[in-house]
């Protein structure tokens, strides 16, 4: 057997199937996949099944192997510390709920054969030439290396998506070619990053020096472990296109990766495995990268806890085990330190935690400073926290903000009205709200992020806003959230996306802490009640009682509504609208809330075809950052994208166009006809984001593709509509069945007691 892949797995089934596909695709033969089982409780038999033979995948479960036979093994070796005892594995089967990968490890290559042994990771997975790459190296007779090393490249997404964008030569831009394992070392930015994977050893090598992983460590054995295997090496290489893809963990909730698990004991470990490493480390260069890297932690995490931890331990206990650490390092290492580095460095030698509090305070207090030069935000989220929080929270006081400040729309800008108009003088109300936009009623306006905004979110009785608030703001004793959200889902939300491809990739985690918050949460019909619940993991109360911003679709004087907004438009009277409301396109971005649009839908054409009889109306989602070019069109097209309420704007149109954006639940309540106009659908579907019905089979109207096709569409939407009749009529009722124009009235009554 030439090669064994050592593949550690505890839980992430998706993970897996990356994986083992990956290895399918591997052009290799001769080698066997060793799949060490670490308390598993998902079920992977049909996973397993389908490929079992083709990568000869052989599986060990950690617990009933270590207390069989290998077990008494362990035992009979006293001397031999760094195996797991049956006492430390049941522990930490209860405690973690697994064993950890350094005895998955350790067990996945005495059941192997090969004469090379590969280690990856459940959740990661290759390149397709990687492992060819490294056998073609490794069986190089001439140069014998005993460790070979590929690149290792991070992403947060899954192997169709990441490959799906993926370029040799790009991923090669700016590598260096040659690397030692020194420099390897040097090269990763932390003591955790120090590791293993990817690499490929002899196990001759291995059996020679007896080199073990440790198990008594559960996060950081990678690192004893890789400094034990260089100690001794003559001869390694780096082969810079084996491509080991490795998968950062965008759901910390259900699959943390081991960075993202918390324990008591991990800070222990950490200042263990790098003690141990050091000690083990027969190289000068590399004891001083150790102590460098130290030295980072200390500065850039440490000093952090010390100051704000609400954990004593991190300046009692903790403080003693960091001290004793820096206190053997290298003494060049904080000689080449300068400025408040050296002192804080200084500090901790010293011990005293007082005068070392005052002076961590100090630094990031100027450090603080010169942050908030570049970002005036930051003067708001220290008032709030220091200064805001700590008076008491102002009785009927309420803070409405729709689409993170961007406009005056949506479900609060309904509720707020209704609120307004019929208890004038019960509640005082505050709008978050970037641009000046008209609001009636008695009411204040704060700018997003500014002094004013941190005073009122910190002092509101109620809040009603559309959309997330900042994962900063903490809900206060006697707070009522009421998340209205502000859609129908059809793409799949939060905890149902398998990838999160939007500027956020942390979104997952973000959600769930900003959701815990909410007391309430709005649903416009049944279906997107379960979505919710499932999407948001949410078990607070959802109030069902269909859309406030849906009123106005079912109120008596919506003819004259709109007739009024148009005049306030400038729209002729005598000409039918259009309405194209496309949504976003989560891969394509400036950053954070800025992302690109590109028309692809064809002015030129469809005024030319369609001009004598219709105006279009375009309309861009809230995070679209591009502004739309109508050159050459302006007497047909208008672009109201910046207008506050796209729900008026449903008023005035005879059509809609649209995609996979949710104003076609809301706009079905007007029962007019829709044109889904789907350019990327199986880009969007099938990569992006994934939807929760099957589109083909539930959609109102007609879905295209091209600008003709729209146009067809248009011509033709007497005979269209009238086919889609029944279609109508089963959409309407599952989605708009609730709707009753009162929806603002009832959710008011129950979250505000009236
Ligand atoms: N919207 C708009 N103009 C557009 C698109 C959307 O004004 N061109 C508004 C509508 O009120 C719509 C809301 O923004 O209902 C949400 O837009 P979506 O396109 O559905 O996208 P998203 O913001 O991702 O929300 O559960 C719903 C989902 O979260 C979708």
Request: charged share 30%; hydrophobic share 35%.
């Amino acid at each position: 057997m030439r090669l064994s892949i050592i593949i550690p797995f505890h839980r992430g089934k998706h993970f897996l199937d990356d994986c083992l596909e990956s290895l399918s695709e591997q052009q290799i033969n001769d080698y066997e996949t060793i799949l060490v089982l670490d308390n598993v409780k998902e079920d992977i038999d049909s996973l397993l099944e389908l490929y079992k033979d083709k990568l000869n995948i052989k599986t060990v479960e950690i617990n009933k192997t270590i207390n069989q036979k290998l077990y008494s093994k362990h035992l009979a070796d006293e001397n031999d510390k760094s195996y797991i005892s049956k006492e430390e594995l049941d522990r930490r089967g209860s405690e973690y709920n697994y064993s950890g990968v350094a005895a998955a490890r350790n067990l996945g290559i005495e059941k192997s054969k090969g004469d090379y042994i590969f280690f990856l990771d459940s959740d990661d997975y290759l390149h397709e030439e990687s492992l060819k790459k490294m056998i073609k190296v490794i069986e190089d007779k001439d140069n014998n290396y005993d460790i070979i090393y590929g690149r290792i490249k991070k992403t947060w997404f899954s192997k169709k998506v990441y490959f799906t964008s993926f370029n040799k030569e790009d991923a090669l831009i700016n590598e260096v070619d040659q690397l030692t394992l020194t420099q390897l070392i040097d090269y990763k930015k932390t003591l955790s990053d120090i590791g293993i994977i990817g690499m490929m050893i002899k196990r001759e090598y291995l059996n020679k020096y007896n080199i073990k992983f440790d198990e008594n460590m559960i996060f950081y054995s990678e690192l004893p472990y890789l400094i034990s295997l260089i100690n001794n090496i003559e001869s390694s290489k780096y082969v810079i296109d084996a491509f080991y893809i490795k998968r950062k963990h965008n759901n910390p909730i259900d699959y943390p990766s081991l960075s993202q698990l918390m324990s008591e004991n991990k800070f222990k470990e950490y200042i263990n495995a790098y003690q141990i490493a050091r000690e083990i480390s027969s190289s000068e260069d590399v004891k001083e990268i150790l102590d460098q890297k130290l030295i980072d932690f200390y500065l850039d995490q440490f000093t952090k806890k010390i100051r704000r931890s609400s954990n004593e331990l991190w300046r009692t206990e903790y403080f003693k085990v960091m001290q004793e650490a820096v206190l053997s390092i290298n003494n060049q290492v904080i000689n080449n330190l300068t400025g408040f580095d050296k002192r804080l460095v200084n500090g901790l030698k010293k011990g005293n935690i007082k005068k070392l509090k005052l002076l961590i305070n100090i630094n990031l207090g100027f450090k603080k400073l010169l942050r908030i030069r570049k970002n005036k935000r930051l003067i708001s989220y220290y008032l709030y926290f220091k200064v805001f929080s700590k008076k008491p929270i102002i009785k009927d006081l309420v803070l409405c903000e729709s689409f993170y400040g961007k406009s005056y729309a949506g479900n609060p800008k309904y509720l707020y009205e209704y609120l307004s108009e019929n208890y004038p003088d019960k509640f005082k109300f505050v709008w978050i709200i970037d641009k000046k936009s008209q609001i009636p009623f008695k009411h204040k306006k704060v700018k997003r992020f500014s002094i004013r905004y941190a005073y009122y979110i910190a002092r509101s009785q109620y809040y009603i806003f559309n959309s997330r608030q900042p994962e900063w703001v903490r809900k206060r004793k006697g707070n009522t959230f009421l998340q209205t959200w502000h859609g129908t889902p059809l793409k799949r939300l939060v905890f149902d996306q398998d990838e999160v491809m939007a500027a956020t990739p942390l979104y997952k985690a973000q959600v769930y802490k900003q959701s815990r918050a909410w007391d309430y949460l709005v649903s416009a019909n049944y279906f997107s009640t379960e979505v919710f619940k499932k999407a948001f993991k949410f078990d607070n109360r959802i109030l069902e009682y269909g859309y406030p911003r849906n009123d106005i679709l079912h109120s008596q004087d919506k003819e004259e509504r709109a007739r009024d907004i148009k005049k306030k438009l400038k729209i002729p009277m005598d000409k039918k609208t259009i309405l194209y409301a496309p949504t976003w396109r989560d891969d394509e971005y400036y950053g954070k809330g800025k992302y690109k649009f590109q028309l692809k839908l064809d002015l030129q054409l469809l005024k030319e075809k369609l001009g004598s009889e219709y105006l279009i109306l375009l309309r861009t989602h809230y995070f679209i950052a591009d502004s739309l070019d109508i050159k050459g069109v302006e007497d047909f097209a208008i672009n109201l994208s910046k207008y506050d309420d796209i729900s008026e704007l449903y008023l005035i149109s005879d059509i809609l166009i649209t995609d996979y954006s949710s104003v076609f639940f809301d706009y079905a309540n007007l029962k007019r006809p829709m044109i889904f106009y789907t350019y990327d659908l199986d880009k969007y579907r099938d990569i992006l984001r994934g939807f929760y019905f099957d589109i083909e089979k539930e959609l109102p109207g007609p879905i295209v593709y091209t600008s003709d096709e729209v146009v067809n569409s248009i011509i033709n939407i007497k005979e269209i509509s009238e086919e889609y009749i029944d279609k109508y009529e089963l959409f309407y009722e599952k989605f708009c069945g609730l709707e009753d124009g009162c929806a603002s009235r009832n959710i008011s009554k129950e979250v505000f007691n009236l």
